[in-house]
């Protein structure tokens, strides 16, 4: 049974930062692509970073260049995406999911952004809550 899940979230001040894991069960992470999204109340769903399985390529929204970086820790068997500089606009429940359709995150790049219909293997998100 595949199972999703993110840890991570919390409050923090402008400025601040914070590290978001996804782990995984029923699968393995390594197989896939695997994306971070993110869904602010009111908004719709929207793609932050993706990063490919084993080619190393990394897609990240404008929104967050420059400030999120996303990575594999196989120690700990996940994705992490590190969050710098966090901004209001950042505040949102923040998802992972695997990409069953790509392995590689050149598309993303080249299309300038993620595929919603693309991803499955839903966690539960986590909150990311930045004010002062």
């Known amino acids: 049974q595949v199972h999703v899940v993110e840890s991570g979230g919390g409050l923090v001040q402008p400025g601040g930062s914070l590290r978001l894991s996804c782990a995984a069960s029923g699968f393995f992470l390594d197989d896939y692509a695997i994306g971070w999204f993110r869904q602010a109340p009111g908004k719709e769903r929207e793609g932050v970073s993706c990063l490919g399985s084993g080619d190393g390529s990394t897609y990240y929204a404008d929104s967050v260049k420059g400030r999120f970086t996303i990575s594999r820790e196989y120690a700990k068997n996940t994705v992490d995406l590190q969050m710098n500089d966090l901004k209001p606009d950042d505040t949102a429940v923040y998802y992972c999911?695997?990409?069953?359709?790509?392995?590689?995150?050149?598309?993303?790049?080249?299309?300038?952004?993620?595929?919603?219909?693309?991803?499955?293997?839903w966690g539960q998100g986590t909150q990311v809550t930045v004010s002062s």
């Open positions: 999911a695997a990409n069953l359709m790509r392995r590689s995150a050149t598309s993303a790049q080249a299309m300038g952004g993620m595929l919603l219909h693309e991803y499955d293997y």
